[in-house]
């Protein structure tokens, strides 16, 4: 039994190289294959049943509103179709990609901050200052960006002297989705730069690059899948913000908006089918932005 254990390992081992196998070893590896594939590893069945509970409420969910749909085409194409319905979801993919520039432009620089500080009292009540949106209600989250960007705010009041107004208007959705992503995207940058060892940036300067030089050509490129990640998960959690949105800005109508208002006027009806479009579209864009992160950084950012 030793030996066949080692049999087995040396096999397995010998697999990673280049060199081509002896003939009786490679009848053992071709055994050994036929072996694994016989036998169920229960451990993999176990956690996939049990996973499958949470893929399966998603999909019990959406097959139950698609079945609802389906039965009445003419109606779904009408609502989808509409100008409202269009105008709406471009509103909200827009605003949530100018939320998630804004921080790129500026959560970037906290996250590499955050990453590279030694740990004190100071830089953890800065990460807890960065996830307070994440244990925050929605509500609350919406009223802290009310009451610091309304009319008479502590900032909107001097942004609307310039001509800057946040109620009821777009940039007021904006700062909103902004507040409520932006612990998506800083963690999820700050762990990109932990994860890049601190003496590439070292060796970087021994060859005459400042602190900056070093950042931008070494540590950023090698975080560059983590950018990607954190930015589809912040605006992800953008797109889908509803209770913070309209305390700040109930018009325009975003998805969100459109699909309570429709809720609260027209009935269940009409917002399914509009909630039906929204997530056939999301479905789409987030896959496409999936599979391109299986490309971008995929030998970069191996260290």
């Known amino acids: 039994m030793h030996n066949q254990y080692n049999t087995i390992t040396k096999m397995k081992t010998e697999t990673l190289s280049t060199e081509p196998l002896p003939a009786g070893e490679e009848a053992n590896v071709t055994r050994w294959n036929e072996y694994r594939g016989r036998y169920l590893d229960w451990c993999i069945v176990g956690f996939c049943i049990m996973g499958a509970a949470i893929v399966g409420i998603t999909v019990l969910a959406i097959a139950n509103i698609t079945m609802t749909e389906l039965a009445d085409p003419a109606h779904l194409l009408k609502v989808a179709a509409s ?9 909200t993919f827009g605003a949530g990609a100018s939320a998630v520039l804004l921080l790129i432009l500026f959560g970037t620089p906290l996250a590499y901050v955050l990453a ?3 740990p004190s009292r100071l830089k953890g009540a800065v990460e807890s200052i960065v996830d307070i949106p994440l ?24 942004l609307s002297e310039i001509g800057l107004a946040f109620e009821d208007a777009l940039p007021g959705t904006i700062v909103a989705m902004l507040f409520v992503a932006s612990p998506f995207y800083v963690n999820s940058m700050r762990e ?40 589809i998960l912040a605006w992800g959690r953008a797109i889908g913000e509803f209770a913070g949105v309209i305390m700040i800005a109930y018009y325009p109508f975003i998805v969100s908006t459109l ?9 269940i009806h009409t917002s399914r089918s509009i ?3 929204v997530i056939l579209v999301s479905f789409g864009v987030f896959y496409l932005l999936r599979r391109m992160t299986r490309y971008l950084g995929r030998y970069d950012d191996r260290v």
């Open 275 to 277: 909630a039906f479009t």
């Open 259 to 267: 699909i309570y208002y429709s809720f609260t006027t027209d009935g």
């Open 192 to 231: 990109g730069f932990e994860k890049v060892p601190v003496h590439l940036e070292n060796v970087a300067r021994t060859l005459g690059a400042g602190t900056f030089t070093a950042f931008w050509t070494v540590t950023l490129p090698l975080s560059l899948r983590h950018m990607y990640s954190g930015a």
């Open 116 to 118: 590279r500080a030694r």
């Open 135 to 158: 244990i925050l209600p929605h509500t609350v989250a919406g009223l802290l960006v009310y009451l610091l960007f309304m009319r008479r705010g502590w900032l909107g009041a001097p």
């Open 83 to 91: 100008s409202e319905v269009i105008g709406s979801i471009l509103l």
